[in-house]
């Protein structure tokens, strides 16, 4: 009886037990159930109330770039994100879709005169870009507009805005903010070339200017491209007046060079280092690569030389372990001479001489570049200028040269040459058993037995060399050079092409005053006939008020009008 008592006790704590065990087990999942309820109506809140601020922010930052927009547009507010596209112009004017046209217009922006941009990058989330921090981040420029041809939805950047914005590397499907702003009209510009050589162009702020034409607006920080030629020079932009972003259409700017500063690039840079008569400067040049100096001749010396009769002598000192060099002279404006522009030259094998004379009408007063071209190998040189000073005859030699020719002579059989008839027999006997002379036409030259058969003429051009020269030769002056035009000429041809044919070429605009390429023949039969470039068919296009009536007339048809009108010559 008690052991069943005891049992039925025990198997009912037992129950007991599992009943408390149970109800606890439900309480504390009731708890966690309402903690996770909690926890999820206070996450949907939290997100709910950064919905609301975002949307709050949103508001504000579209009010604010509005406002913005109306201040920087004076009333019209354009704004558009597209995928920048490049293609390739001169100048910083952009493309855009025919839809910007709409707009623009429908807000009167073309009745305010010409029209400007801003440009900022629109970063994507994971664009490699993001991750490089700090300023570049933060690329914005500015530029005009060219047209309304764009395809929708894109932008086309020149390759002067796509530098600017995209320093680096551009992103795949880079987006562009484009917003309309009014700039005013600069005043001062300070700039800095990145890299050597820009100051030793001829009249080098000319050439900016010619530059900054094809410009619409600049940008504080911004790298401009300046071409000069096949050479190309970039220049920061270290301060901009009344603003950082300027208008430089119809504008009078002060413009300051400063010099490149201690870090600036020499590699991909043509330096004119200076020489001075009397003094010479060594170097080593690699084949293919130019190395250049440059001399002037002051109105003085020019006087001595021209009085005088004196002569200029350029002249290299080369090693010739395996290696040569070319010379190349040139006046200026033409800076920077090469094997296929240049004035003067010498090919010889070693050292080499150029002698400069007043009586050649391309020498003159002014400054000469010198380039030492490597034409084989890597070669030490030596380069120097000198005044060459006249050697007076010796006294008594003139004398002796009148009487010699007053001695009966009689012309030798075999190198044609006078000898006096005293003597002829005893001189054919020796000139037959140790000379030769030349048979190829034209030439005639006496040439000792040993060295006849070193003694070759070209093929092509009939001149005459040393045996160990004829390679070089054959190179320099007969193996065909393409000009960067397209046409390809031997050397003496290519050399006149580039003078005066070649659409590439720098000349002096009889208009603007600046160095700038030719271009092809004019377009108008008349400029063709007056024999104006197609730059100077363009360029005297422009008009400007007649001095004597004040009458607009092109700058080309000037002339015709003074005379034709007010009878002056």
């Known amino acids: 009886m008690d052991f069943e008592l005891r049992r039925a006790r025990e198997k009912l704590d037992k129950e007991q037990r599992e009943r408390k065990e149970r109800a606890k087990l439900k309480l504390e999942k009731e708890r966690k159930a309402r903690e996770e309820a909690k926890k ?9 109330r950064s919905r609301r601020l975002d949307a709050i922010d949103a508001q504000l930052k579209a009010e604010q770039q509005m406002e913005e927009s109306l201040l920087a547009g004076r009333g019209i507010v354009f704004y558009r994100i597209l995928e920048a596209v490049p293609f390739q112009s001169s100048g910083d004017k952009i493309k855009l879709p025919p839809s910007c046209f709409t707009e623009l217009s429908n807000q009167g922006a073309f009745d305010k005169g010409p029209m400007y941009f801003q440009l900022s990058l629109v970063y994507q989330e994971g664009s490699s870009a993001i991750k490089d921090g700090g300023k570049e981040n933060n690329r914005t420029t500015h530029s005009g507009v060219l047209e309304f041809t764009a395809d929708e939805g894109s932008v086309g950047i020149p390759p002067h805005v796509w530098s600017n914005l995209f320093p680096v590397d551009a992103p795949k499907n880079p987006l562009v903010e484009v917003r309309y702003v009014r700039l005013p009209k600069g005043t001062y510009a300070k ?95 690699d084949e293919g690569n130019y190395t250049y100096f440059k001399f002037s001749i002051d109105d003085k010396t020019w006087e001595k030389i021209v009085s005088e009769d004196v002569k200029i002598e350029v002249k290299i000192d080369a090693e010739t372990n395996g290696g040569d060099t070319d010379l190349y002279v040139s006046k200026h404006p033409l800076i920077f001479p090469n094997r296929h522009q240049h004035e003067w030259s010498s090919h010889d094998v070693g050292s080499k001489t150029l002698i400069l004379s007043s009586k050649d009408r391309n020498v003159g007063a002014g400054t000469y570049s010198i380039a030492v071209y490597g034409f084989k190998g890597s070669t030490k040189y030596q380069v120097s200028v000198h005044i060459q000073e006249n050697s007076n005859h010796k006294v008594g030699q003139q004398a002796l040269h009148s009487s010699s020719m007053e001695v009966d002579t009689v012309e030798c059989r075999n190198c044609k040459h006078f000898i006096p008839s005293r003597s002829v027999a005893l001189h054919e006997a020796y000139c037959s058993r140790h000379n030769v002379v030349c048979p190829h036409a034209g030439c005639g030259i006496v040439l000792r037995i040993e060295e006849a058969q070193n003694h070759v003429h070209c093929e092509k051009c009939g001149q005459a060399f040393q045996l160990g020269e004829m390679e070089k030769h054959m190179k320099v002056f007969h193996e065909p050079r393409r000009c960067p035009c397209g046409v390809v000429f031997e050397k003496e041809d290519m050399v006149q092409h580039q003078a005066s044919d070649c659409p590439l070429r720098l ?37 400007a008020p007649c001095d004597s009536c004040g009458r607009s007339v092109m700058l080309k048809d000037m002339d015709i009008h003074q005379i034709a009108v007010h009878q002056k010559n």
């Open 507 to 543: 000349i002096t605009c009889r208009f603007c005053g600046d160095m700038v390429q030719a271009g092809s023949s004019a377009m108008d039969a008349r400029d063709r006939l007056r024999g104006l470039s197609e730059h100077e068919s363009i360029c005297g296009s422009r008009t």
């Open 40 to 48: 999820q109506r206070d996450a949907i809140e939290a997100a709910q």
């Open 191 to 285: 700039l800095q070339p990145v890299g050597i050589g820009f100051s030793d162009l001829p009249n080098h702020k000319a050439i900016l200017e010619t530059s900054l034409r094809q410009h619409a607006t600049l940008s504080q920080d911004d790298i401009l491209t300046v071409k000069y030629g096949e050479l190309t020079y970039r220049l920061r932009i270290l301060e901009l007046k009344p603003s950082s972003s300027i208008s430089v259409l119809e504008t009078d700017i002060e413009v300051d060079i400063v010099n490149p500063g201690v870090e600036s690039e020499r590699m991909d840079q043509y330096v004119l280092k200076p020489l001075v008569f009397g003094t010479s400067d060594s170097g080593l040049v």
